[in-house]
């Protein structure tokens, strides 16, 4: 029997299992960057496609789950309250309020993270370390205050890393980097209207990123660059990533005549060889 991954707590504090629960599905992991306004984002909600996004590009992107790592106050509320939209957020912030923006103005909730739906904690460190990425009770986000003095790396801590950390843990091995740019650009290297212009430093991720090559492999995780500005792994269609994604989900309106004819179905499936299923 596989040990369980200690990585969650419950909103309450207590040690959760959510470990695996999406596998064996392909699914999207996805950034802030401007390749997002490439796509039809709205395809992220077809039946069949799990994702999880960081930061405010889950206010964007209809994904299932998101994280964030910045206080709290830095994201939209609406995600917070989002009961259909899995919430994972650091552990110390669940006892911390966040804050609603109303015809236009910022107000302080009274409300916690922890008070939210759907919602579940984790810890994180600011090192980032290959071989123990996967395997710690602590999702790595850079080299920051914890990083091992033999282990030197630039100084950069990134969201992204605690994304690929949690959809690993749900058990998503296939994984579509989707607004995952490492390209500077003039304006906002954001895929959403934010005043604040883009950060510097992708060659600190883009290292990292190389660092965690040989533990992807090892484990066979796969990451597909969706949008061509990653630049670090191979390309794949917005389209075609979604079709993987949903395997052998039929896209909607779903046909539900006749599964209730009993007597139908098992002449059918005694008529026919067993179905194999499509799960990439």
Request: with cysteine; net charge positive.
């Amino acid at each position: 029997m596989a040990m369980l991954d200690p990585l969650l707590v419950s909103r309450n504090g207590k040690l959760t299992d959510l470990s695996g629960l999406w596998a064996p599905n392909p699914g999207f992991l996805v950034g802030t960057g401007p390749s997002l306004q490439l796509h039809d984002l709205s395809r992220l909600r077809e039946r069949g496609v799990i994702s999880l996004a960081v930061n405010n590009a889950a206010a964007v992107a209809p994904v299932r789950a998101w994280t964030f790592s910045d206080p709290q106050s830095k994201f939209h509320h609406g995600l917070f309250l989002d009961p259909a939209m899995m919430t994972f957020a650091p552990e110390p912030k669940l006892g911390r309020r966040f804050v609603a923006k109303v015809d236009g103005k910022f107000r302080a909730c009274t409300a916690k993270v922890g008070h939210c739906p759907n919602t579940f904690g984790y810890g994180r460190v600011s090192k980032f370390v290959p071989e123990t990425f996967f395997s710690e009770k602590w999702a790595h986000w850079g080299a920051g205050k914890d990083q091992p003095k033999n282990r030197p790396l630039p100084g950069s801590l990134c969201t992204i890393f605690l994304g690929l950390r949690l959809l690993v843990y749900l058990g998503v091995k296939r994984i579509f980097l989707l607004g995952v740019d490492h390209r500077k650009g003039k304006d906002s290297v954001y895929g959403f209207p934010e005043m604040k212009k883009g950060r510097k430093g992708f060659w600190k991720e883009k290292r990292m990123w190389e660092e965690l090559k040989p533990e992807l492999k090892r484990r066979g995780i796969e990451l597909f660059d969706v949008g061509g500005l990653c630049e670090m792994f191979p390309r794949v269609e917005f389209d075609e990533a979604v079709e993987q994604c949903k395997g052998s989900v039929p896209s909607e309106p779903f046909d539900t005549v006749g599964w209730n004819d009993k007597r139908t179905v098992v002449e059918d499936c005694k008529a026919g060889a067993p179905l194999r299923l499509r799960w990439y």
